[in-house]
């Protein structure tokens, strides 16, 4: 199969955004309230970077500590969005073919892809959209 047809097919086009200026907590927040695990980063209208739950993750001492949720916050408190995000991440064009976007996520360290028209962030592609319609439940 070639895969020919448009990331845009696949993408997320309902994509929640993070500004550049918000707090990690802000951000963990979005993150839960919207089920998501990737959050492009804006600046006005820029894409400034990109954040995932892993990314949030690293930060967390998890479960080591009994009291682990205060240690966590005040880490969150020290650190801003940008010095935990990924900026200038990879980016793949609306019009880009689906064997494109998943050649790059096949080689990297990471789960998505802003999409862009221009100059504009238009969806968002992530390793579980390709999964999906390898499967043939896109738009599930």
Do not use: C, W
């Amino acid at each position: 199969m070639a895969h020919t047809e448009p990331v845009s097919s696949i993408m997320t086009s309902s994509v929640v955004f993070a500004n550049k200026s918000d707090s990690l907590r802000k951000v963990t927040s979005i993150m839960k309230e919207h089920n998501v695990r990737h959050l492009p980063v804006v600046a006005g209208d820029t894409l400034a970077g990109i954040v995932s739950k892993s990314d949030i993750l690293r930060l967390s001492f998890g479960d080591v500590y009994e009291d682990q949720s205060e240690i966590d916050e005040t880490i969150f408190d020290m650190l801003t969005l940008e010095q935990v995000m990924v900026s200038n991440p990879t980016t793949v064009n609306a019009d880009d073919s689906i064997a494109d976007a998943a050649r790059i996520l096949s080689r990297a360290e990471f789960h998505a892809l802003p999409v862009m028209k221009g100059n504009q962030v238009v969806g968002i592609v992530s390793t579980t959209d390709l999964i999906k319609y390898l499967l043939g439940e896109a738009g599930n």
